[in-house]
């Protein structure tokens, strides 16, 4: 039996939003327990289904780790407490992503031997089914050469583990394929990889080919893996806004979408962010799940599948145990 | 009557794309002289069109500064010298970038003032019409707070040279809306430009809203600017194939295709980073535009129009112009 804390606050949505999202994902879930942090009052529906814990203060989305760490009886903190002294399975919020990160670190700590954690998120391919792990997708400002190959390692580990691929293409994402190409940081990651025969490294990789398939692990700073992220998700927005208008200019256009509307729905499960739904802090000790601020019922229920995911893989203890080789 | 010039050989292509990519632009504009350069033996159909150089040899797409240089027989290099020697209104090369880029600088030499040179192009906004100019998209590897500020300069003056908007809305590409987020350098470019006055600085944009409309202008460094640009590209290209497999699936689904044909044509194109062109390469003494490496007739006609268009509005005078305010 799985057992998740939920920091049900903070979210664009209300909690009423997490709390539909909690009971959709319980609808195909029976083998997990869930803990709900929040203001009681809002969480009624979900009396006797799940166990609810008061924690009526609310993080501001533009916290910093010292003002939610003061935050004693905020849900976010209430959140993590308890799946610290309870050894619970996976924390997820939607609240701050700077505070939740920060902490989140704090109290978790880091694996012993990880010099920054990162977040990581999987990508759809263009090859159907597979998953393009991309890390660091926002944690950091900035990164080290050496912070980019301990990402190699952990995003290695990682699509081994959830993804089961068993020998993993790892590429530095970069301006260019060549290996002089690049960031002075990414050059010598490149450099260090390298050197160092990383396993699966294969060289830079250009941002227009990071989903196409050949990569299993893309590596970037915190920086520029946000750019890449939010780039992808604005244009795959504007593009299903502009198919959308296709379908809407004259009553044949509006025939022709009953005829596939089935594609154009398949379309934006694949493209849509929601479906992704979080995004976990890798290199702390526990699953730590960002889900987007502005998640809805379904994007929720998403950021719990990849929680319960990467609890039942154990991916914590399996980095822990590659870092160590 | 505007004079341009244009290197027809490096591209992924051959020069016959070029060729028939310059035919086609003399069919829409009149007003232009056209002086190829390349293999004269492959530009026999331009003859008694265009005025033609013979320059046999090509310069190899990985080519830097210094091979370009010493190459003094290459199309690229005879291209630039003449446009430089003979006072002409652009040079136009879809050979390697880092070669062209770097051999016009040296050889145009930089607007007095300028630290270094971006890369920009224009991006199709949401707002049907609107015009967002990125930059730099991939001239320099890192970039200076200073060398920001600058760009954002550049950047402004282009955007009222080319299209005409009075007061462009200018902002920093970075991981938040926040002025506290970014990477050190664009957090030290924001107070620059506060502090400044810059005139319509509004802050960070965060790159899923880069196109919304909200920006005129989108100041990043050339790494960065790199991966937005081809996040873009690759996305708008998945979908796009996206878009192809759901008309695909059966007799209705292609039923459905005759009724919007015309709505994917139109939206192909305007994600079309074809119809883009070219990248001015903003800050040297002149109007030199790198055309994509595998560019078609399509895409090498509409760099021309690129070309011809900051010929004629003048934008290298207005950018010294701006500067010296």
Redesign the interface.
């Known amino acids: 039996m799985l057992k998740l804390v939920v920091d049900t606050m903070g979210g664009d949505n209300g909690s009423s939003a997490i709390v539909e999202g909690i009971l959709d994902f319980l609808n195909e879930k029976k083998d997990v327990e869930i803990t709900a942090v929040g203001k009681k009052e809002e969480l009624t529906k979900l009396e006797g289904i799940c166990r609810i814990i008061d924690a009526p203060d609310v993080v501001p989305m533009?916290a910093g780790a010292l003002e939610v760490m003061h935050m004693k009886n905020s849900s976010m903190m209430v959140a993590i407490k308890t799946m610290k002294d309870e050894h619970l399975d996976a924390v997820i919020s939607c609240g701050s992503t700077g505070g939740f990160l920060s902490a989140s670190t704090i109290n978790l700590k880091m694996i012993p031997g990880v010099k920054r954690a990162a977040l990581v998120a999987p990508f759809p391919a263009?090859k159907k089914g597979q998953k393009v792990v991309i890390l660091d997708i926002?944690a950091n400002?900035?990164n080290s050469p050496e912070e980019l190959v301990q990402f190699a390692t952990m995003g290695r580990l990682y699509s081994q583990a959830v993804y089961g691929v068993e020998e993993p293409n790892v590429y530095l994402?970069s301006?260019g394929t060549?290996e002089e190409?690049?960031?002075?940081e990414?050059k010598e990651a490149h450099q260090l990889l390298k050197q160092a025969n990383f396993p699966g490294f294969k060289g830079n990789i250009?941002?227009?080919?990071?989903?196409?398939g050949e990569a299993d692990v893309v590596v970037?700073d915190?920086?520029?893996g946000?750019?890449?992220?939010?780039?992808?998700?604005?244009?795959?927005?504007?593009?299903g806004?502009?198919?959308k208008?296709?379908?809407k200019?004259n009553l044949?256009?509006k025939?022709?979408?009953?005829?596939?509307k089935g594609?154009?729905k398949?379309?934006s499960e694949?493209?849509d962010y929601k479906s992704t739904g979080g995004a976990m802090l890798l290199g702390v000790n526990g699953v730590v799940v960002k889900a987007h601020g502005n998640s809805d019922a379904y994007a929720f229920k998403c950021a719990l599948r990849v929680a319960y995911k990467l609890a039942e893989a154990d991916v914590v203890n399996k980095i822990k145990g590659g870092l160590n080789q």
Chains 1, 2 share one sequence.
């Open positions: 533009d263009q926002g400002n900035e994402l301006n060549e190409k690049g960031a002075p990414v250009e941002a227009r080919s990071a989903l196409s970037c915190g920086f520029t946000n750019i890449f992220l939010k780039a992808s998700e604005g244009i795959a927005k504007y593009m806004f502009l198919v208008g296709m379908f200019k044949w256009t025939l022709g979408y009953l005829h596939v594609g154009v398949e379309m694949t493209m």
